[in-house]
C-alpha cells in the first residue's frame, strides 16, 4: 500500500487506521494462498485421481473445504520446522497425508495397524500432488524451465491417462455403482467426453499456477488462535472416526510421532532451521509462458487414454495396470521419506 494511498484512506476516514485496508488485503492474499494451493492439490489428488467424480458442480466446495485442514497442517509444518526444497516438501507432505487420510477421512484405517495405506498415500499426496504439482510445477516455472517443465507434464499427463482406464475394470465399476450417494460418472467414457474433462482440469491448473503468484506469501503464520481451530478440528475428526475403528487415535499419533522424529532428527544439528523455508523459496510471480507448458498435460493424457481405448485391454491388463501403479506408488512414497531424510541429514552436516 502506497503513502498516498494509506493519507487518501485517513482522509476519508478519519477514525480508521491506516493500516486497516492493508491488514484486510493481507488476509485475502492468504486465504487466496490457501484457496488456489488446495485446487491445485485437489486436481491431482481427486480430479485426475478419480475421473468418474465428473466435471466440478457445486458438491465439491464441501471436497475442497477438507482439503483445507490437510494443506493448513502441510503449512503449519513447515513453518514450523522450517521446511525448503523437495525433501521439505515431501517430509511436509506427510503431515497433509495424515490428517487428509486419517482425519478428515478413515482411509488410512482400512488397512489396520499396518502403514501401507499411510505409505501409499504419502506416495500419491506427497511424491504427485505436493512434491510435483504443487512444488516442482511452481519451481520449474520461476526457474523459467520451459523444456524441463514441457518433458514433466508430458510424462505426468501420460501416467494420468494410463491410470484413467483402471476405471474400466467391471470391479471399480460395481464399486462405484455401489455408492450411489457418491454421485459417480462411472464406466468407460467416450475420448471426447474424457477430453474435455482433463481439458478443463488442466486448464484450471495452469490458471492456478499463474494466479497463486500474485498471492504467494514470504512467509506464514496462522496465530495461536488459528493454531488451536486446526488443532481441534483434527482432533475432533480422528475422535469422529474412533467409533467405527477403536484403534484410530493410537495409529493417528503413532505416525504423527514418526513423522515429528523424521523431521526432527533430519535438522541442522544445532536445532535450527533452514535459512528460507518453502514460502521465502517459492515467492514472486511468473508470466503465463512460464507455466503454459502445463497445459500439455491434457493431449498427453488424452492420447494415452485414446490409444488404450481403440485397443481395448483386457480385465488382466487392466488389472495388471492398477497393481503396478499401486505398487510403484508405495515404493515411491517410502523412498520419497528415506531420501528425503537423508538429504536433509547430508545438508545439515
Not at 465399476?173 to 482440469?201: C, F, H, N, R, T
Not at 535438522?267 to 517459492?282: A, H
Request: glycine share 10%; aromatic share 14%; hydrophobic share 50%.
Amino acid at each position: 500500500m502506497s503513502i498516498a494511498s494509506e493519507r487518501s484512506e485517513l482522509h476519508e476516514h478519519p477514525g480508521r487506521p491506516p493500516h486497516r485496508t492493508a491488514r484486510w488485503r493481507a488476509s485475502f492474499e492468504r486465504g487466496a494462498f490457501v484457496l488456489l494451493s488446495t485446487v491445485i492439490v485437489v486436481i491431482n489428488s481427486e480430479k485426475f485421481y478419480w475421473y468418474p467424480q465428473g466435471f466440478p458442480g457445486f458438491d465439491h466446495v464441501e471436497l475442497i473445504a477438507f482439503y483445507v485442514v490437510g494443506m493448513l497442517a502441510f503449512f503449519a509444518t513447515v513453518r514450523r520446522f522450517g521446511l525448503n526444497g523437495l525433501d521439505g516438501v515431501v517430509l511436509g507432505a506427510a503431515a497433509f497425508s495424515l490428517v487428509v487420510e486419517g482425519a478428515v477421512t478413515p482411509v488410512m484405517y482400512e488397512d489396520g495397524p499396518l502403514p501401507l495405506l499411510a505409505i501409499y498415500f504419502l506416495g500419491w499426496h506427497g511424491v504427485l500432488s505436493l512434491g510435483l504439482v504443487w512444488y516442482g510445477f511452481r519451481r520449474l516455472a520461476l526457474d523459467r524451465q520451459h523444456r524441463i517443465l514441457a518433458a514433466c507434464s508430458l510424462a505426468y499427463g501420460a501416467f494420468i491417462g494410463l491410470w484413467s482406464t483402471v476405471y474400466w475394470l467391471p470391479s471399480q465399476i460395481a464399486d462405484l455403482s455401489a455408492d450411489p450417494e457418491g454421485g459417480w460418472d462411472v464406466g468407460q467414457w467416450s475420448v471426447g467426453k474424457y477430453s474435455l474433462y482433463v481439458g478443463l482440469m488442466s486448464s484450471v491448473l495452469f490458471a492456478a499456477h499463474w494466479l497463486i503468484g500474485h498471492v504467494w506469501p514470504t512467509e506464514w503464520r496462522m496465530g495461536r488462535r488459528g493454531s488451536w481451530m486446526l488443532i481441534g478440528i483434527v482432533g475432533l475428526g480422528v475422535a469422529a472416526w474412533t467409533v467405527a475403528v477403536p484403534f484410530a487415535p493410537i495409529k493417528f499419533l503413532v505416525l504423527a510421532w514418526l513423522i515429528r522424529f523424521l523431521v526432527i532428527k533430519s535438522q541442522r544439528s544445532d536445532g535450527g532451521t533452514s535459512e528460507l523455508t518453502v514460502f521465502e523459496s517459492l515467492a514472486g510471480c511468473v508470466r503465463v509462458r512460464d507455466v503454459a507448458p502445463i497445459l500439455l498435460i491434457a493431449p498427453a493424457a488424452v492420447t494415452v487414454y485414446g490409444a488404450m481405448y481403440l485397443l481395448g485391454p483386457s480385465t488382466t491388463v487392466l488389472d495388471a495396470i492398477y497393481w503396478s501403479v499401486v505398487a510403484a506408488t508405495v515404493v515411491a512414497g517410502a523412498g520419497a521419506v528415506v531420501w528425503s531424510f537423508r538429504r536433509r541429514r547430508r545438508r545439515r552436516r
